[in-house]
């Protein structure tokens, strides 16, 4: 009985702990994310916030403490449900239908920057002179988590796995923005003020209908990952919110409401989804200077292989620049959708792209662990298999 109490305890522990420091982030977050506003960074500045903050509170956890830490999931997942319904319910029905002419360019991404990403990790091999499987980890353009998880299973350099998938997705992620000519365009207080604003006048009509979304699509991503669906927070809360954008077809008396979530639950979830990436950097170990600039190389190549694509999808379809470059971007399929959605880009252009290149790269990920023996020949076929959390 006492060590059931004792167990107990220490589970409350951890669980407190956990959270202390989800909250510590968010806080930080917002003040970084407020300071980002201040100098025009509108479109990304809670996702930068959320990178800094987790980075910043988990380095200097584990240099306080030296205890070892995980990236929360939990948050993460709670970031992508948020994102994702906010995609859903912000994507137009009318303009989904129109994609099916481009089918053969969804499906040729994907393909295409797998085959590069192969390439390059060929190349990154033979740069950092490690083993062939940890060069196509590294170059892969999936989920951080599961390439990562991927590699402290079968290989001994996660480090630069996890190194390489970072550069490439705060790249990416920080850049795009930039590249847009969206940065620095506006100052301001006047923006500050206008988000504080938005936030307190959050009606309590507005507040429960939102709780009644998130709640609904909680059930989806449960039955979800029930059914092994990928990443299911995401892409269930993506569904939900287009079947809410859906209803007004099927009773037309609900074409006078809007379905929307306040921008309270919008920055919530880039916060959320920014301090994850970030906690990724703060548990990252100290590498060599060399190892570090040497991660460069695949970066580089990865984002030329996705300017080269931009420019094929370009001469292919009707799409403007911009587009072309949100749609072949290898960033975070969240990440990249929620800034089509800010800079109001054809945002359900891209969200296809992404999901398309998300589920193909997910689906392939058997094959690649089927080819494990082949590329690391002193790994048994008797190892346990890794087990992917998406």
């Known amino acids: ?26 806080l930080l977050a917002v003040l970084i994310g407020f300071g980002l506003v201040m100098l025009g960074l509108t479109g990304v500045a809670w996702m930068l916030g959320g990178i800094a903050a987790g980075a910043i509170v988990i ?30 319910l912000s ?20 393909v295409f920057l797998m085959l590069a990403g192969a ?22 353009p999936g989920n ?11 290989t001994e350099n996660t480090a630069l796995v996890s190194l390489v998938q970072l550069m490439r997705f705060t790249t990416v992620v920080a850049g795009m923005p930039l590249l847009a000519n969206v940065a620095f365009t506006r100052s301001n207080s006047e923006e500050v003020a206008a988000i504080i604003q938005s936030i307190i006048k959050i ?41 809410f954008d859906l209803l007004p077809l099927v009773f037309p008396i609900l074409t006078q409401f809007d379905f929307q979530l306040p921008i309270f639950f919008n920055l919530i979830g880039q916060i959320l989804l920014g301090i994850t990436i970030g906690e990724y950097w703060g548990i990252n170990p100290r590498l060599k200077i060399l190892s570090v600039v040497r991660s460069i190389v695949p ?13 094929i999808i370009r001469a292919l379809t009707q799409w403007d620049w911009l587009t072309c470059l949100l749609v072949a ?51 048994h076929e008797s190892a346990t298999p890794v087990s992917v959390d998406r």
């Not at 060590?3 to 522990?13: E, G, M, P, Q, Y």
């Not at 137009?92 to 994907?110: D, E, K, T």
């Not at 970066?299 to 420019?311: D, H, K």
């Open 1 to 26: 009985m006492l060590n059931c109490d004792r167990l107990k305890s220490t589970a409350i522990f951890r669980l407190l702990k956990v959270y202390s420091i989800l909250m510590i982030e968010s």
């Open 59 to 88: 380095s200097s956890y584990r240099t306080v403490s030296h205890e070892p830490i995980q990236p929360n999931r939990n948050a993460r997942k709670a970031g992508q449900l948020l994102i994702g319904l906010t995609i859903g």
């Open 91 to 110: 994507l137009q029905h009318r303009n989904l239908s129109a994609l099916s002419s481009h089918l053969f360019v969804f499906l040729g991404l994907p």
């Open 119 to 140: 390439l390059i990790g060929v190349v990154y091999s033979r740069v950092e002179k490690t083993d062939l499987l940890t060069g196509l980890l590294a170059t892969t």
């Open 144 to 154: 951080i988590g599961v390439m990562a998880s991927i590699a402290a299973e079968y």
């Open 203 to 243: 009606s309590w009509t507005d507040l429960q209908t939102s709780l009644g979304f998130i709640g609904i699509t909680l059930i989806a991503v449960y039955f979800g990952t029930k059914l092994r669906i990928p990443i299911a927070a995401f892409l269930c809360a993506i569904a939900v919110g287009l079947i």
């Open 299 to 311: 970066v580089g190549l990865m984002s030329i292989t996705a300017f080269l694509a931009a420019l």
């Open 329 to 379: 971007s290898p960033g975070g399929s969240p990440e990249m959708i929620w800034i089509a959605l800010t800079l109001q880009q054809d945002t359900e252009i891209v969200t296809a792209g992404h999901l398309v290149r998300l589920l193909t790269i997910n689906l392939s990920l058997p094959l690649l662990l089927a080819l494990v023996p082949m590329l690391k020949p002193e790994i």
